[in-house]
């Protein structure tokens, strides 16, 4: 079992809808959980750190479930420039200065 | 403030080639990484940094040196390029440890033939 995953896509949305992802790990010990934004030949960047609580950034909003180890983003009034690939990460507690990274999700938002 | 840079952008080796990917943050981040990108993989760690001088393995090692040669910059060498090294390569940097925001750079393009 992969130690991180995330279903692949494509998921194909029209404008304004909205779509969630969801990301399991292996690790139930995992302290630390992010999503990373990553564009078409581009190199990943920090979309929001997910905490136990839940937190929302604007139209983002993740969410931390431990007891089933996934963790959920939510997109809503999706926007063309939300097209991308996102990817799921974990810190797991051995890892020490190591991320564990998904495969990510591709979401593709037409007009 | 450039960030994470990394050289070259592309490049193309012959099988048993070797080449060094250079990377340097001008962040004055602690910790700087290696990752490999290939389709369907995900990211994966191939050696990091926790701070100057030191060097540790991370998930995929093999057929790879490092260098960590001052704080700023972080160097891959490839000793004797493999098709099986053809991949994106990311450095990535942070301020200390890996549960904090690591910043990438725009990646190397190899390919081995």
């Known amino acids: 079992r992969k130690e991180v995953e995330q279903d692949p896509g494509p998921f194909n949305v029209p404008e304004g809808a909205t779509v969630a992802f969801n990301c399991t790990y292996s690790n139930s010990a995992s302290q630390s959980f992010f999503w990373y934004r990553q564009d078409c030949r581009k190199e990943p960047k920090l979309l929001m750190s997910?905490?136990?609580s839940g937190n929302e950034d604007g139209r983002f909003t993740a969410q931390l479930n431990r007891a089933s180890q996934y963790i959920s983003l939510l997109i809503r009034d999706s926007k063309l420039s939300d097209s991308a690939t996102y990817l799921c990460v974990v810190s797991p507690p051995w890892a020490g200065n190591m991320l564990t990274f998904g495969g990510g999700t591709r979401l593709m938002v037409k007009p | 403030n450039a960030g994470v840079t990394q050289t070259p952008k592309f490049q193309v080796l012959k099988t048993g080639q070797s080449m060094t990917l250079q990377c340097a943050q001008d962040?004055?981040?602690?910790?700087m990484y290696w990752y490999r990108q290939d389709p369907g993989m995900g990211l994966r760690l191939i050696y990091y940094?926790?701070?100057?001088?030191?060097?540790d393995k991370g998930e995929v090692p093999n057929g790879y040196n490092v260098s960590r040669l001052n704080k700023r910059e972080f160097s891959l060498r490839l000793e004797s390029a493999a098709p099986s090294q053809t991949s994106v390569y990311f450095c990535a940097s942070s301020q200390s440890g890996g549960r904090e925001t690591q910043y990438f750079g725009p990646g190397t393009r190899l390919l081995v033939l």
């Open positions: 962040m004055n981040h602690n910790s």
């Open positions: 997910v905490y136990s």
């Open positions: 940094s926790a701070s100057e001088g030191t060097t």
